[in-house]
């Protein structure tokens, strides 16, 4: 209840970070403002998984349409990296 610093606030993060329009154009989740980079430099960590990515971006904390968009990322970018390793 009540405004707590250091919250998560959606709206002004957006704002924050919409800016640079080429990081516009790479925003993969509306709500947050989480872009395809981002949750590309989570997977570069090992972080695999949409909850996870969830936690650590913010990505799909909001709405959840962004889901299944975020998990054909992952799973073409892990292919990607896989397939340049060979
Ligand atoms: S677009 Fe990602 S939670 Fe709404």
Do not use: F
């Amino acid at each position: 209840m009540g405004y707590h610093a250091g919250a998560w606030e959606p709206e002004t993060y957006i704002e924050m970070n919409n800016n640079d329009p080429d990081r516009k154009k790479d925003i993969i989740c509306g709500c947050s403002g989480t872009t395809t980079a981002q949750i590309k430099k989570q997977i570069d960590k090992g972080i695999e998984d949409l909850e996870s990515i969830s936690r650590a971006t913010g990505a799909c904390s909001g709405c959840g349409a962004c889901d299944t968009d975020i998990l054909a990322l992952i799973a073409e970018y892990i292919s990607s990296v896989s397939r340049n390793a060979d």
